[in-house]
C-alpha cells in the first residue's frame, strides 16, 4: 500500500502538464486518506495541519472494529473470529499505518514554502487564497524589480489586481481549460 502511494506521487509529477500547483493539496489528501483509516476523526479535525497530528498515540486510534481493513477482510473476521488471533492482526494493521504515515511525514515536503505558496496559481480555488501567497513569489524573485520602490508600487497594483481576480466571473476560456498553463495563457489575454 505504501508503494501505491509513493508510485501515485512519482505518476503525479510525470505529467507533461504543470502541477506544482496541486502537488501540497494532493501530498495531504494521501496523508488524510492513510489517517481516517485508523486515527478517531476527532484527533484528525482537532489539528490544523495533518502532518502535527499524533497518529502514533494509541489514545488518538480508532477501536479494533473500526479500523479499516477492507470489506472482504472485515466479513472473513467476522466469520472466523474464534480461529483468528485477532488482537496481532489488529496491531499489525496498525503498525502498518503508523510506519507508513511516519514515512510521509518524514519525507514529504508538507511545510514546502513554495509548494503550499503555488497552489495560488490555481484558478479553480482563487478564492481560497490570500495574497501573502502572491507575495511570497515577489519576494523570492526581487530581481524582477529595478528598485524597492518600484517593487512598492508595483505590489500595491498586483494586490489590487489580485484582489479583483479572486472575485471576476472568468471568461469560458479560462474556467474550460485543461491545462493550468494554458488557463493561465487565456486569462492573460482578458483586458479591463
Not at 490570500?130 to 524573485?141: G, L, M, Q, T
Not at 497594483?157 to 481549460?177: G, I
Amino acid at each position: 500500500m505504501l508503494y501505491l502511494y509513493l508510485t501515485v506521487q512519482m505518476f503525479f509529477l510525470q505529467k507533461s502538464e504543470p502541477v506544482i500547483h496541486l502537488l501540497h493539496s494532493v501530498l495531504v489528501s494521501q496523508l488524510r486518506d492513510l489517517l481516517v483509516r485508523f486515527v478517531k476523526p476527532t484527533a484528525i479535525l482537532s489539528c490544523s495541519k495533518l502532518h502535527h497530528i499524533d497518529f502514533t498515540s494509541p489514545c488518538n486510534h480508532l477501536e479494533d472494529s473500526e479500523l479499516f481493513v477492507g470489506h472482504d477482510v472485515a466479513e472473513y473476521i467476522s466469520n472466523c473470529t474464534q480461529q483468528l488471533a485477532l488482537h496481532q492482526f489488529y496491531v499489525s494493521v496498525r503498525q502498518f499505518y503508523v510506519v507508513a504515515c511516519s514515512y510521509m511525514v518524514k519525507r514529504y515536503p508538507f511545510d514546502d514554502e513554495l509548494l503550499r505558496n503555488a497552489a495560488v496559481a490555481n484558478t479553480a480555488e482563487r478564492n481560497k487564497h490570500v495574497f501573502a501567497s502572491v507575495k511570497y513569489f515577489v519576494d523570492r524573485f526581487q530581481w524582477l524589480f529595478s528598485s524597492e520602490q518600484d517593487q512598492n508600487s508595483m505590489l500595491d497594483q498586483l494586490q489590487s489586481e489580485f484582489l479583483t481576480y479572486q472575485v471576476d466571473n472568468l471568461p469560458d476560456s479560462v474556467v474550460s481549460a485543461d491545462r493550468i498553463d494554458i488557463a493561465w495563457h487565456q486569462l492573460s489575454k482578458v483586458k479591463d
